[in-house]
């Protein structure tokens, strides 16, 4: 064990080089798999875990103060079932506005707590502190503040004058839009009261049991007591739906991060271990026993992988925190922003053994390898490289081009092990730009961000505004009409579409459980909804309906639809299927016309002239004189930035991997062929045609490599975005499919030969500066 | 030369040399192939060799390229194995032996000086002698004390501490030589050693070879080198097609 110590150190220590880029690629590669593990991790039941985590509430009751007392409504935590409660906290409505004026919200529901913790819906404050009197409010996580943010803003709210923002709070099942001190908010003008609870989880569990739960809850009070009731299966339906598509992505990349990890890292060790077999035939004839060749190369990999192991272990935790810590809204992806320590000990324990695992297999070669064969390893070229050489040598290239191009054929173990390293980082490259452009595409196609840049609200009108203080006071919408309203928003300059959507919940023929209707009218046709199959609806009678509402009615394009909304029935032909839209249906509103005449709120949604820009527009809309209209723009489905920062680092990250990989596969091409390298020089050829021919042979395999990588990535790119699709049962638009452009291929593609050319130039130099008579000292 | 390499004695406390016959005559052969063959696919490396290699003999085994002399080394040396026939060194027979067997024969009972040296490029001069001793368990102190010796009875100690690269090809062999001496091998096995040698240092390494052989030790020596084989060798053996073509006493 002595002698084999001996060995594997002073390898370790006198190739300096060698072990730095194993550690180096280790650490990069250990870094890239703990941020894939924990992003799989992460994904993985989000918002279940921090329902656990919070001690959520699986109901809300709200109950109007003037039908039922305080201690009425505390009472309710006694009923049958209920394992734990909180409040009453008294709760008010209202919204924020400007000082000059404009409506910033719809009406929040603000209610009043002493502190953000208590055993249960436990807030967790994200930024900024809690209020602690008057004046201070703090605004919930989801709640969106006018297009400009809020912490550190005053508004308006009636009841309270001016308050400002202190700070922002997540709610996991959303039971507030704001909070205040309890005493606020009843100054504000508290007109309910607000109960959480909790049940045994297994009586908890569906839509039906929460509903016999609330009854017993409820059972004994005044029958219009309460105002409402909210379930947390409602918040955890959405919050799965908004992360169910970003969570694909992930999964995606991750799985990516962590298959490219484990094939570099074996790349680099068993090149590094066959690279050594010279050595094999003077240790065996010295007496080393092939166990103890074997364990002499898996400690030379083994120690250095070690220390880069820790060193990548400690540097994913920091980029999984700031990585994670990128996905502002809590539902999707938990709360814990670092990595599990199990995870961290999990790949503390994986990597050497992956190193150990890769490094054995030539490790056992060389063991057995013959003595003579190993000896004789290095010899001058035979066979196939001699036939390679001599061709290349009478062709019309530049002698150090065709000697490099000969390189790759002289040692083709080396050379298959480069071009799975070039092909790795081309195919990362390709497949990761291409599935990136598929996510913005996917994420355009359903939120309509390209048609639709502002949505104004005309909230049921509040009163008349009044001063009162110097201050005025902002009454809740306008007294406008529909007709008023949209006339109005065609008027402003830089409109270039206005579309009326009223929105409501119903059954249709087939189906179990309501889905979301969707009735416009105006540009329709303008909103830009990506059709899987048929056309937008062009007037009354027909639909265009959401892939999974066909697969659970079992209905086609063509066929025709019943709708039961309240005590009416509507028969549409659906003529269209547009992605993304889940279970949805979409018609106009002539088809339901009844719906006019409703109370049910319209939203208008307006798309802008190229070159508008969005807040300015929201601006003139209350320099119209609208100020009561809510103006803001729409809601991402995807917010896109959090999702290019994870994909980007973990590209860079493997393209680095696949880069330093083929750094170091032309190091150890180098130090082989040194001697060779000290000839060319003795017989006249420059240190710069040195390194032209040390570039030379990888620019060729890299050649190579793009050529068989850029498909593998495509082919992957189309294979995963399909199974994503798979996965959300929705068929896709080609043009989140077939993302690549000619001109982007041709860039992708050079993409690999850059890779292969970047990691052999530092190497190529250092051949060059080889000193020529100490190579030729060289065995 | 003042000390004997073999035992770090002077030499003339190890004996005075025996002749070549007397020691055929009275001692039982150190190296023994009956039948040997080797083939390589359809080309003949060894056709049928019988040799005998008495104790403190020394035989160059000289023939054209091809004609199996390296062949003949790497199968005394248990580095590559007979297609048929037996080789018994020391009395083991080789041919029986698995691989960790011929590794611990190779420690213990031979020394191999090759003709590109073979040193490690990871250790040191002083390194490289150390190891084979330190691969039979010799204790660190011990092991570097008898390389300092060789070393320095081969006039490189001042160049222990220099890598593989540094040192001239002289002093590779030299350093080679010392290592092969380290666990006093009953046989010592050189393959051209001087064939990638300038002539003085060349001459040197003669002198060492035929010191080592004056005091007993067994010697197996392939060379095209015809000085060599006149100045080391007490036998000389002729290959032609991987058969003994000619044996001569020099």
């Known amino acids: ?779 | 030369m003042t000390r004997c390499p073999v035992c770090i004695r002077s030499p003339t406390t190890c004996g005075p040399p025996v002749p070549i016959v007397a020691i055929m005559m009275q001692t039982e052969a150190l190296v023994r192939l009956s039948g040997v063959h080797k083939r390589y696919g359809e080309t003949v490396g060894l056709d049928g060799v019988d040799l005998e290699i008495a104790p403190g003999e020394s035989v160059a085994v000289m023939g054209p390229s091809g004609s199996g002399k390296s062949t003949l080394l790497n199968i005394v040396a248990g580095l590559d194995r007979p297609t048929s026939g037996s080789v018994t060194v020391h009395g083991e027979k080789l041919t029986a032996m698995g691989e960790g067997a011929l590794a611990r024969y190779r420690r213990r009972r031979i020394g191999m000086v090759f003709q590109f040296f073979h040193l490690l490029d990871d250790l040191p001069a002083l390194d490289n002698v150390m190891l084979s001793a330190r691969l039979i368990g010799t204790p660190y102190k011990q092991a570097r004390s008898r390389a300092l010796a060789l070393l320095d009875e081969l006039g490189i100690a001042g160049r222990k501490d220099a890598y593989p690269q540094q040192l001239s090809g002289g002093e590779r062999q030299r350093a080679g030589v010392a290592r092969a001496l380290m666990n006093r091998p009953a046989l010592l096995l050189a393959d051209e050693p001087t064939g990638a040698l300038d002539s003085r240092s060349g001459e040197q390494v003669m002198d060492l070879l035929l010191d080592l052989n004056q005091i007993g030790q067994t010697l197996l020596i392939v060379t095209h080198d015809m000085r060599l084989a006149e100045r080391c060798a007490s036998r000389v053996v002729h290959f032609v097609d991987g058969r003994v073509a000619e044996m001569e006493a020099v």
């Open chain 1, 1 to 779: 064990m002595r002698a084999t110590w001996i060995i594997a150190r002073a390898a370790v220590r006198r190739r300096r080089t060698q072990t730095a880029l194993i550690g180096v690629i280790v650490t990069l590669c250990t870094a890239t798999m703990l941020v894939g593990l924990a992003l799989l991790a992460a994904v993985s039941g989000p918002f279940d875990r921090t329902f656990a985590q919070l001690n959520g509430a699986h109901a809300t009751a709200q109950f109007d103060s003037a039908k039922v007392t305080e201690d009425q409504v505390a009472a309710t935590a006694q009923a049958e079932g209920v394992v734990a409660s909180a409040g009453p906290f008294p709760l008010a409505v209202a919204s924020l506005g400007r000082p000059g004026g404009q409506t910033m919200t719809t009406p929040l529901r603000i209610a009043g707590r002493s502190a953000p913790g208590g055993g249960m819906d436990e807030l967790r404050l994200t930024r900024g502190r809690w209020a602690s009197g008057p004046g201070e409010i703090v605004i919930g996580s989801h709640t969106r503040v006018g297009p400009d943010g809020a912490l550190g803003e005053s508004f308006t709210l009636r009841g309270a004058g001016t308050v400002t923002v202190v700070g922002t709070a997540y709610s996991v099942t959303r039971t507030a839009d704001a909070w205040m001190q309890p005493d606020v908010v009843r100054q504000v003008g508290a007109t309910g009261s607000q109960m959480l609870y909790r049940f045994a989880p297994a009586s908890a569990q569906t839509a039906e049991q929460l509903t016999a739960r609330m009854a017993a809850v409820t059972a004994g009070l005044p029958a219009d007591a309460v105002t409402g009731i909210a379930s947390y299966l409602t918040i955890r339906e959405q919050a799965g739906k908004g992360a169910k598509t970003i969570s694909s992505f992930l999964t995606v990349f991750a799985a990516l991060s962590l298959i490219v990890a484990i094939l570099v890292i074996s790349n680099v060790v068993s090149g590094a271990v066959i690279a050594g077999f010279r050595s094999i035939g003077v240790l065996k004839a010295i007496g080393f026993s092939p166990g103890q060749v074997t364990a002499a190369y898996l400690l030379m990999m083994t120690g250095p992988a070690l220390i880069g192991c820790v060193i990548g272990a400690i540097l994913g935790n920091f980029a999984t925190s700031w990585l994670l810590g990128q996905f502002g809204s809590e539902h999707l992806l938990g709360l814990d922003t670092s990595p599990a320590p199990w995870l961290t000990g999990l790949v503390v324990i994986a990597i050497p053994l992956l190193v150990a695992l890769t490094a054995l297999v030539p490790a056992l070669r060389a063991g057995r390898q013959s003595a003579t064969a190993a000896l004789a390893a290095g010899a001058p070229l035979t066979g196939r490289g001699r036939r390679v050489q001599r061709r290349l040598s009478r062709s019309w290239l530049p002698r150090a081009v065709s000697l490099g191009l000969a390189l790759p054929v002289v040692r083709p173990a080396r050379t298959l092990l480069t071009l799975i390293a070039i092909m790795l980082g081309g195919a990362t490259v390709v497949f990761a730009t291409g599935l990136l452009t598929s996510a913005q595409r996917w994420n355009d196609a359903i939120s309509l961000e390209g048609q639709v840049q502002v949505e104004v609200l005309n909230p049921p009108a509040g009163g008349p505004a009044e001063s009162a203080g110097g201050e005025r006071r902002q009454p809740q919408g306008t007294h406008l009409t529909e007709p008023e309203v949209v006339a109005f928003l065609r008027s402003l300059p830089g409109t270039r579409h206005v579309t009326v959507l009223k929105q409501a919940q119903v059954t249709a023929s087939g189906m179990t459980q309501t889905v979301g209707l969707s009735a416009y009218s105006g540009d329709s046709g303008s909103l830009g909804y990506e059709l899987l199959a048929g056309r937008w609806f062009s007037g009354a009678g027909e639909a265009v309906v959401g892939p999974e509402l066909l697969r659970l009615t079992g209905k086609s394009v063509g066929d025709t639809l019943t709708l039961y909304i309240e005590d009416k029935t509507v028969q549409v032909r659906i003529v269209g299927e547009a992605f993304g839209t889940h279970e949805e249906v979409f018609l106009d509103l002539t088809s339901m016309s009844f719906l006019e005449n409703t109370d049910m709120p319209s939203r208008y949604l307006v798309g802008l002239a190229p070159g508008v820009i969005a807040d300015q527009y929201i601006d003139s809309i209350v320099n119209g004189g609208n100020a009561g209209l809510i103006a803001a723009p729409p809601e991402s489905q995807i917010d896109m930035v959090p999702l290019r920062i994870v994909i980007g680092t973990l590209t860079v990250l493997l393209m680095l991997g696949a880069g330093l990989g083929v750094a170091h596969t032309v190091v150890l091409n180098t130090r082989e062929r040194r001697r060779d390298l000290a000839i060319v020089k003795a017989v006249g050829m420059t240190p710069g045609q040195v390194v032209v021919m040390a570039v030379t042979s990888m620019a060729a395999l890299g050649l190579l490599g793009g050529v068989l990588g850029l498909p593998g990535g495509v082919a992957g790119q189309q294979w995963i975005i399909r199974l994503i699709g798979d996965s959300e049962n929705t068929g896709l638009p080609q043009t989140i499919i077939d993302v690549y452009a000619v001109p982007s291929l041709i860039v992708l593609f050079l993409a690999g030969v850059l890779i292969a050319v970047l990691g052999a130039l530092i190497p190529a130099r250092w051949a060059a500066r080889v000193s020529t008579a100490a190579a030729l000292h060289t065995e």
